[in-house]
C-alpha cells in the first residue's frame, strides 16, 4: 500500500505541474506568434504581441484561454477576425482590394527598373555620340537643325 | 527612337495618376472607422456579476430590447458626457421592455463606482475584468454602445458617446418591430 503510494503521490505532483487533465499545455510562442499577427485594438500600429497596454494583456490571455481550450492557432485568429473584421489582422489578407497593397510595390519597382534600364542605355548611346568626332559639315549642321526642329514642336 | 523617347515622357507623369487616385482614396478614408462585423449577426452571450453583485446575463435578458453599453470612469469627456442620457432612457424605457446594461472595461473598481455614484445610474452595471466580453463584442475604444432587439441581434453599434436623439431613433426603432 505505501509502496503503490509514493508514485501515486508522485504522478498527482506531477499532473498538478502540468495543468489540469486533458488540457494541453499552451506555448507562450505560439501565444506570442498569435498575437505578433493580431492588431492591439487601443494602440492601432502595435501587435497584441507588443503592446503593454491592458487591452493587449487581456487579448493574449484570451488568446492563451482559446488554446488551452483546443483551438488551433487559426482558429484563434478567426475568431478575432469575426468579432473585429479582417482591420485587426495586422497583415492584410491577400485577396479583393487588399492584393494591391501585395502587388503594387512590385509593380512599381518592376516598372522603375525598366525605366532606369531604358535611360540607361540612352544615355550611354547619347554620350558615346557625343565623343569628338569630325566638325559638323554642311549636311550634318542641316540634319542637327532638322532634328532640333522636329523635338521642340 | 524618338517616338518612343515621347510615349517614355509621358508615361513618367501617367504613372502618377493612379498612385494619386489611390492616395486620395486612401486619405479620404478614416482609419478609425472600422465597420463592425457583428451587425446584423447575433449578439455574444454574456454572464457577469454586477457591480452590486447580481448577476446580469444576456440570456435572462431574451425576447427583450437590450442595449449594451461599454464604459471606463477614465473615459473623458465622452463617457462623461453620454452618462446623462443613458440613465434617461433608462428610465423612459425600462417598462417597455427594453433593458440597458453598462460593462465597465480597463477600469479599476473604486474610479468605477465612484462614476456610477456620480451620474446615480440606476440600470446594472458590471465590470469585465477578463476583457471577454468586450472582444465578444469587438469593442475597440469607449464609449461603445450595442443595440440588440428582441430576437437577440445586433442591430447598431454606436461607437463613441450616445446622445438622446441617438437612444429614442435607435429603441424607437426596434420598439416599433412586431414582439
Known amino acids: 500500500m505505501s509502496r503503490a503510494l509514493v508514485p501515486t503521490l508522485l504522478l498527482i505532483g506531477a499532473l498538478a505541474a502540468v495543468g489540469p487533465l486533458g488540457a494541453a499545455p499552451v506555448s507562450e510562442e505560439t501565444v506570442h506568434a498569435i498575437g505578433a499577427q493580431l492588431r492591439c485594438v487601443v494602440c492601432q500600429s502595435l501587435s497584441v ?4 497596454s491592458e487591452t493587449a494583456n487581456q ?9 488551452a481550450a483546443g483551438d488551433s492557432p487559426e482558429q484563434v485568429k478567426a475568431y478575432f477576425v469575426e468579432k473585429y473584421g479582417l482591420w485587426i489582422l495586422l497583415a492584410p489578407p491577400r485577396q479583393g482590394f487588399n492584393l494591391l497593397v501585395w502587388v503594387v510595390p ?5 516598372a522603375g527598373l525598366v525605366l532606369v534600364l531604358l535611360l540607361v542605355r540612352r544615355w550611354s548611346r547619347r554620350s558615346a555620340s557625343a565623343s569628338p568626332g569630325p566638325a559638323p559639315d554642311a549636311a550634318m549642321r542641316a540634319r542637327i537643325h532638322r532634328e532640333m526642329a522636329e523635338r521642340e514642336p | 527612337m524618338s517616338t518612343r523617347s515621347r510615349a517614355l515622357r509621358w508615361a513618367i507623369p501617367l504613372a502618377v495618376v493612379p498612385v494619386l487616385a489611390l492616395l486620395a482614396y486612401g486619405f479620404r478614408t478614416d482609419p478609425r472607422d ?5 451587425v446584423g449577426k447575433p449578439a455574444s452571450p454574456f454572464a457577469l456579476t454586477a457591480f452590486d453583485g447580481k448577476p446580469v446575463s444576456l440570456e435572462t435578458l431574451r425576447g427583450k430590447i437590450v442595449i449594451v453599453n461599454f464604459w471606463a470612469s477614465w473615459c473623458v469627456p465622452a463617457c462623461y458626457d453620454e452618462a446623462p442620457s443613458l440613465e434617461r432612457a433608462w428610465q423612459a424605457y425600462r417598462d417597455r421592455g427594453v433593458v440597458l446594461v453598462g460593462v465597465n472595461i480597463q477600469d479599476k473598481e473604486e474610479p468605477a463606482r ?17 476583457g471577454r466580453v468586450s472582444v465578444d463584442y469587438g469593442v475597440y475604444g469607449v464609449p461603445e454602445t450595442f443595440f440588440i432587439d428582441r430576437t437577440g ?9 450616445v446622445t438622446d436623439e441617438i437612444m429614442k431613433r435607435q429603441v424607437e426603432k426596434l420598439l416599433a418591430e412586431p414582439a
Open chain 1, 49 to 52: 504581441a507588443d503592446a503593454s
Open chain 2, 153 to 161: 441581434r445586433v442591430r447598431f453599434k454606436q461607437v463613441g458617446g
Open chain 2, 34 to 38: 472600422i465597420p463592425s462585423p457583428l
Open chain 1, 59 to 67: 487579448m493574449r490571455g484570451i488568446i492563451r484561454e482559446r488554446l
Open chain 1, 106 to 110: 512590385f509593380v512599381a519597382l518592376g
Open chain 2, 114 to 130: 465612484r462614476f456610477l455614484t456620480q451620474f446615480g445610474h440606476t440600470f446594472p452595471n458590471a465590470p469585465d475584468p477578463s
